[in-house]
């Protein structure tokens, strides 16, 4: 009989998991498929049976993680329980939480050796965006939390302009603050904007107690 944690699905989850932690923390660069190999105990073989190149290794690692975003933000999101502005708060938790593995380089690698990486996690960030917050801004307006003098789609492309210009790999390196830091910085300057003075409170509210660790989903 097969050992569950030697079928395929394990190895190449157990790769994945390996290279995630050394990627997200060291950088691509500076991590070999050697290294990765004896970590996990295997064979270069191995390795390169389930993933042919590093690059094609890293692509994985960052599709799983997207998928793993976009699976915490639907949740939260879904979550007609709370009310708008502690969803919209939950989800910049649930998006830090996740960021916060991150460390720069890796973020400066996935420019500069990994374009197309890169590519499709800002296309993953713009349809996120689009899907995910566009029908919170839409149900905001509707319930009087978002203020109804600006349309919806200049909310969202304002969001997104800011995202695309203060949420990257370059605006990062120049800058002294942390991805999660930074769209904290993002998330405030725009939503503070975009809410009404009651929602405002309590977007507000929702911020502090999820920062000093109260009211959190488990």
Not at 8 to 34: C, H, K, N, S
Not at 81 to 110: G, V
Not at 204 to 216: F, M, Y
Request: proline share 4%; charged share 25%; net charge negative.
């Amino acid at each position: 009989m097969v050992s569950s944690e030697t079928t395929p699905a394990a190895v190449r989850a157990r790769i994945l998991e390996a290279a995630r932690r050394r990627f997200f923390q060291e950088g691509y660069a500076r991590v070999t498929m050697d290294e990765l190999a004896r970590e996990l105990g295997m064979s270069k073989k191995t390795l390169y049976q389930h993933f042919p190149t590093k690059a094609a290794l890293a692509a994985a690692v960052m599709e799983a993680f997207r998928s793993q975003v976009a699976e915490g933000l639907g949740r939260i999101f879904e979550d007609l329980t709370l009310s708008l502005p502690e969803r919209l708060a939950r989800a910049f938790a649930e998006a830090a939480h996740h960021l916060r593995q991150i460390e720069k380089p890796f973020l400066e690698d996935l420019a500069r050796f990994l374009p197309d990486v890169w590519a499709e996690t800002e296309r993953f960030r713009s349809e996120t965006i689009a899907r995910l917050l566009g029908g919170a801004l839409r149900e905001g307006q509707a319930a009087g939390f978002i203020r109804t003098d600006v349309p919806v789609e200049i909310l969202l492309r304002s969001f997104q302009a800011v995202a695309e210009c203060l949420v990257t790999p370059a605006a990062l390196m120049e800058l002294p603050y942390t991805l999660p830091e930074m769209i904290r910085l993002v998330i405030q300057l725009l939503f503070e904007g975009m809410l009404t003075d009651t929602a405002r409170g309590d977007f507000r509210k929702a911020l502090d107690a999820i920062a000093s660790g109260e009211n959190l989903t488990t």
